[in-house]
């Protein structure tokens, strides 16, 4: 809830001074009833604290203008919103004070008043906010003989009350709302619903147990479809909860909807909980396409399915989930796969598919060996370092790395300075173990290029380098020309600071100088802390 404008704030003050003004001059000068409806307008549902105020004023169209404003306002309030203006009723009085307002010194006979007003449900559960208990357990006594719905978000506000007796009054009254006609009510507080679950003042869980069971009924499948086809992320997912918990035809029927809604959890959702209630001729069209849904954790629910029920075009989809693009399908469809065929040469359909068309399915092939194949199929990776898709060279990079990385160092490191930062990253991760094989290569590359995604991967390689030399380099870094890395090693030059102090093995005299060398060489990047440390940690290796 957004704090109130200056417009809304200046309209409250010039209200609050008006009224001393016209308690001076009744009858001479009216007051500016326009400011109530610019205040309602506003929709700004923090004004309601400093208006009730003028529902107890001497004068009837003061009094009216203030319940018409409130009853405006609080139709804009979202139910998330509503246990903040609950404690904004108590504790905004900025515009008077405590000791002045009439407001604070309601009377429990007071609220019956507030029916003589228009719109009183709402100004009676505005009272129901009051800052005393006894005056909120008047409020709920009047708005527990309310019963069309516009009461309840004040009532599930005073579930949670810190007066027992409120608490009390608050809980019968809910109780005997729960029932088929008011399940739409329910339904439209339903934040404040499970909002109960979080609050510890009483056991709210038989409340929210008997709602959520009201909602699961049959009769409510019309309200959870509502709520599925809202724009409300939250609603739609805790309406989709509870339409998988009613377990009735109408919830199966809606769930079924819900295969190919846009939410891909909530496709899931339906798969793993609608899939299994179906028969065999209902549910085979509905896995041949969810086998290719593009939410992968759903291509494994209908994979899973599709193997368990054994169809008789079972052996071919899941043959097919074999060239997946992801590697959890695959490996799950290697699974069932061989659990009818032990012996399975999976590594044999991969090389078979090497030359598909597709350039995802190719791809595809290509990871799968790196799953099953064996070094002699490394070669073969080869051809694809230059294929026209990045995806492919990508692909052909990580096989080669599981592979028979050892053998393929120079790829890689062409592959390190390539154009596209893709490439260069994968070939980054094949370089990770396999980096001080070549470091004086990796620091002139660094000091050559040019290209930012190049220098940053480089950069990464060589801070796997030995402790001591690792330090050598961070210092370096500091002295680049290139922001980002400068403040990587900054980053990194921290770590390494406070790793030193707990280093067993020494610098050897080379590299002692070297690190001396680059101390004074980057004094200027350094504070005065950092150098203190450094020349106290490079004296103790003298």
């Given amino acids: 809830m957004k704090r109130l404008s200056q417009k809304t704030s200046d309209l409250i003050r010039g209200l609050y001074a008006g009224q001393s003004f016209w308690e001076k001059l ?17 929709g700004e549902a923090l004004a309601i604290p400093h208006l009730t105020t003028f529902l107890l004023n001497g004068r009837s169209g003061v009094r009216e203008a203030a319940a018409r404003t409130i009853r405006r306002l609080i139709t804009s309030v979202p139910s998330t919103d509503f246990a903040q203006l609950d404690e904004a009723c108590r504790n905004d009085w900025s515009y008077e004070s405590s000791a002045s307002s009439v407001w604070r010194r309601l009377k429990r006979t007071d609220v019956k008043q507030f029916w003589r007003l228009p719109s009183a449900v709402a100004i009676v559960g505005v009272t129901s906010c009051h800052g005393s208990g006894f005056i909120r357990d008047a409020a709920v006594n009047e708005l527990a003989n309310i019963f069309d719905g516009s009461e309840l978000p004040f009532l599930l506000m005073r579930l949670n009350d810190w007066v027992g007796a409120v608490r009390e009054s608050t809980a019968t009254a809910v109780l005997h709302r729960i029932r088929p006609d008011y399940a739409t009510h329910f339904f439209r507080h339903l934040r404040l619903v499970f909002r109960l679950r979080s609050c510890g003042r009483s056991q709210h869980e038989q409340i929210v147990t008997a709602v959520t069971g009201l909602l699961r009924e049959p009769s409510a499948a019309s309200i959870l479809r509502e709520g599925i086809q809202s724009n409300d992320r939250w609603l739609r997912r805790e309406s989709f909860r509870m339409a ?5 035809d109408q919830s199966t029927a ?11 959890i909530m496709r899931l959702w339906a798969a793993r909980n609608v899939l299994a209630r179906l028969n065999d001729a209902e549910l085979q069209p509905l896995l041949f396409g969810l086998v290719h849904d593009r939410f992968m954790p759903v291509r494994c629910e209908a994979l899973n399915l599709l193997a368990q029920r054994a169809s008789a075009d079972a052996s071919n989809r899941i043959a097919d989930a074999l060239l997946d693009i992801h590697s959890s399908v695959r490996a799950l469809a290697r ?22 068309v597709s350039p995802m399915r190719q791809r595809a092939a290509i990871l799968g060996l790196s799953e099953t194949g064996t070094p002699a199929d490394a070669e073969a ?12 060279r990508k692909a052909a990079i990580r096989t080669l790395a599981a592979l028979g990385g050892h053998r393929y160092v120079e790829e890689f490191v062409a592959a390190l300075t390539d154009e596209h930062p893709g490439i260069s990253n994968e070939a980054t991760r094949a370089l990770a173990n396999r980096a001080g094989l070549f470091t004086e290569r990796l620091q002139s590359l660094f000091r050559a290029e040019s290209r930012p995604h190049v220098r940053k991967n480089v950069f990464k390689l ?3 380098q030995p402790f001591w030399a690792r330090g050598i380099f961070l210092f370096e870094a500091l002295r680049d020309r290139d922001e ?23 610098p ?3 590299e002692l100088q070297q690190l001396r060398d680059s101390v004074k060489a980057s004094a200027g990047m350094l504070t005065s802390s950092e150098i203190q440390e450094l020349e106290f940690c490079l004296k103790t290796y003298k």
């Avoid at 007051?31 to 307008?41: H, V």
């Avoid at 699974?335 to 030359?355: C, K, M, N």
């Fill in 26 to 42: 009744i009858g001479r000068q009216d007051p500016p009833l326009l400011a109530f409806d610019e205040i309602a307008s506003s």
């Fill in 244 to 248: 998988i918990a009613a377990k009735s």
């Fill in 254 to 264: 809606l769930l079924k909807e819900m295969l190919s809604d846009s939410d891909p």
């Fill in 335 to 356: 699974h069932w796969i061989r659990t009818r065929q032990p012996e399975f040469d999976f590594a044999s359909v991969y090389r078979q598919s090497l030359g598909e």
């Fill in 381 to 392: 990776m080869l051809l694809f370092l230059d294929a026209p898709f990045v995806s492919t």
């Fill in 462 to 464: 060589l801070i796997n």
């Fill in 484 to 506: 980002h890395i400068i403040e990587s090693g900054r980053r990194a030059l921290r770590d390494w600071l406070m790793r030193s102090r707990s280093m067993a093995t020494p």
């Fill in 508 to 510: 050897n005299r080379n």
